[in-house]
């Protein structure tokens, strides 16, 4: 009897195109609902973004091979450390590998706001960022009001202040 591979590299295509396609990068957008994020913090604390409602979030993502990504850290925590009084909350999500967890939390030493790798997350609806560092801002709603780039708005003092304080209490 003959057997056609086509089924199979149909079915095969099909599994790689709905895990490593668009589902499975799904980039949170302005103005939508903020994707699930539910991850094991560095301090082995849980972060649920979803528990977080009534509250202003900034998600960044980045990691410490991205000299842009380090160079916004010092701002984002300054940033954190005036505002979380007033209900902030903050996350920095590594896409470095599991192997480099050292690497991570040596450079996260210096700074207050909690991280995480992204390769510990449960549920990850934001996916693998298309480049970095990229930042997002949620609402007390949980839509996001803001992304962050440095191509298009870059994270600075000023512009965290014009799109964070307006949502804060």
Same mark, same amino acid.
């Not at 499975?24 to 082995?44: I, K, N």
């Not at 849980?46 to 990691?63: E, S």
């Given at each position: &009897?003959?057997? *056609?591979? !086509?089924?199979?590299?149909?079915?095969?295509?099909?599994?790689?195109?709905?895990?490593? %396609?668009?589902?499975?990068?799904?980039?949170? $957008?302005?103005? #939508?609902?903020?994707?699930?994020?539910?991850? #094991?913090?560095?301090?082995? #604390?849980?972060?649920?973004?979803?528990?977080?409602? %009534? +509250?202003?979030?900034?998600?960044?993502? !980045?990691? @410490?091979?991205?000299?842009?990504?380090? #160079?916004?850290?010092?701002?984002?925590?300054?940033?954190?450390?005036?505002?979380?009084?007033?209900?902030?909350? &903050?996350?920095?999500?590594?896409?470095?590998?599991?192997?480099?967890? *050292?690497?991570?939390? $040596?450079? &996260?030493?210096?700074?207050?706001?909690?991280?995480?790798? *992204?390769?510990?997350? +449960?549920?990850?609806?934001?996916? @693998?960022?298309?480049?970095?560092?990229? @930042?997002?801002?949620?609402? %007390?709603?949980? *839509?996001?009001?803001? +992304?962050?780039?440095?191509? +298009? &708005?870059?994270? @600075? $003092?000023?512009?965290?202040?014009?799109?964070?304080?307006?949502?804060?209490?």
């Amino acid at each position: &009897m003959r057997t *056609s591979w !086509w089924p199979f590299a149909l079915v095969v295509g099909a599994v790689v195109l709905i895990t490593r %396609g668009p589902l499975a990068c799904a980039a949170a $957008e302005v103005g #939508q609902a903020a994707p699930a994020l539910v991850v #094991q913090q560095l301090d082995g #604390q849980a972060f649920d973004l979803g528990t977080l409602r %009534g +509250k202003v979030v900034i998600v960044n993502f !980045w990691a @410490t091979w991205c000299p842009p990504c380090r #160079q916004e850290m010092p701002i984002l925590d300054a940033f954190y450390r005036q505002y979380r009084a007033r209900g902030l909350e &903050m996350i920095g999500v590594s896409i470095d590998r599991p192997r480099d967890r *050292s690497n991570v939390r $040596e450079l &996260m030493r210096p700074f207050s706001y909690p991280a995480a790798l *992204s390769a510990d997350a +449960k549920v990850n609806g934001f996916g @693998t960022p298309a480049a970095l560092p990229v @930042t997002f801002v949620l609402d %007390g709603n949980g *839509s996001v009001r803001a +992304k962050l780039t440095p191509d +298009k &708005m870059p994270v @600075t $003092e000023e512009s965290l202040a014009d799109v964070v304080r307006p949502l804060l209490p």
